[in-house]
């Protein structure tokens, strides 16, 4: 349920504030409601839920908010962590032969069904083939702000539902 307007809320300060400035960047919040290694959820200036997130070393992720497998918005309220994968992006971006080595890399777990998403890539750590999509992220002035989509969403052949 929307709350009333009241005389010292101007309702045309909060679609400027929200509105993409010239540049395309969209306020998301105020950098201190950031907590590392927490999301919050935001909206993109192409109007989708993102979850932002900065990580314990201070880089700045957003991804996508829908869980493809939920087929609801709650990935901003899941578990931020790292996770050991298998190399393989390396041979995939190169074409040349996997090696076979590991790295960890940082997630984001849903809260609902537990799949890992890569914060980088928004990819599904189990199903490559499945991704939240991903969004420019910066830090200016102490704000954060979201920029335009840099991958879509993929969503899974089948879902628990």
Not at 76 to 85: D, I, L, Q, S
Not at 112 to 140: I, P
Request: aromatic share 4%; net charge negative; proline share 4%.
């Amino acid at each position: 349920m929307s709350r009333p307007s009241t005389s010292t809320e101007s309702t045309s300060n909060v679609s400027v504030s929200n509105a993409p400035d010239l540049e395309g960047w969209t306020r998301a919040c105020d950098a201190d409601r950031l907590v590392p290694e927490r999301a919050v959820a935001a909206l993109a200036p192409d109007g989708a839920q993102v979850a932002v997130v900065r990580t314990a070393d201070g880089r700045l992720f957003a991804v996508g908010h829908h869980d493809p497998y939920a087929l609801a918005n709650v990935i901003a309220r899941g578990v931020v962590g790292t996770r050991t994968v298998a190399d393989e992006t390396a041979s995939e971006k190169t074409g040349q032969e996997a090696t076979g080595q590991e790295r960890v890399v940082d997630v984001i777990q849903s809260p609902l069904y537990k799949q890992a998403f890569v914060l980088a890539t928004g990819e599904d750590v189990e199903d490559r083939s499945v991704s939240l999509g991903t969004w420019a992220v910066r830090e200016r002035d102490g704000v954060i702000e979201l920029g335009e989509r840099t991958s879509e969403a993929r969503h899974p052949e089948r879902t628990t539902r």
